[in-house]
């Protein structure tokens, strides 16, 4: 299913001008992460790493986003009888002029929106980095 998922996100990102550099992404979280630190079972909080990275960094065609989290989303959109499905959000790829929009009217998911999810399924907003390039040069600029 993770393939499948993969598969749409590249294909919708391309479609709305992404360029992907890499056959999948590296996923990230966008800002703070509520759910993360509340709800999240032990083997998430165990694989996961807390990295601050400027969003600054990425151009227009490096990263997607989802909200929330890629499978959750994907899941949603396809099961749209659900209590929780908002097709403004769900089964969509952002790109990020239309996150930081989303942000800058709503604030992030979880605080002032999308608080309607039950803490099973992961309430943030997805990050897909399609390209590593901007990664490796913050990783050396850090050692420097």
């Known amino acids: 299913m993770r393939r499948q998922i993969e598969q749409w996100l590249r294909q919708e990102f391309i479609a709305k001008g992404g360029a992907p550099q890499e056959s999948y992404p590296i996923y990230m979280i966008l800002g703070r992460s509520k759910w993360l630190l509340t709800a999240a079972d032990a083997a998430t909080r165990a694989t996961t790493a807390k990295i601050q990275i400027p969003l600054s960094l990425f151009q227009e065609g490096d990263v997607s986003f989802t909200y929330p989290d890629s499978m959750v989303s994907f899941l949603l959109a396809n099961q749209k009888e659900s209590a929780y499905y908002l097709p403004d ?40 980095v399609w390209n590593q390039d901007p990664l490796r040069e913050y990783k050396r600029q850090l050692s420097v």
């Open 89 to 128: 959000y769900h089964g969509r790829i952002f790109t990020l002029s239309e996150i930081r929009s989303i942000i800058y009217s709503n604030g992030l998911p979880g605080e002032k929106w999308g608080t309607n999810l039950p803490s099973f399924l992961a309430n943030y907003i997805e990050a897909q």
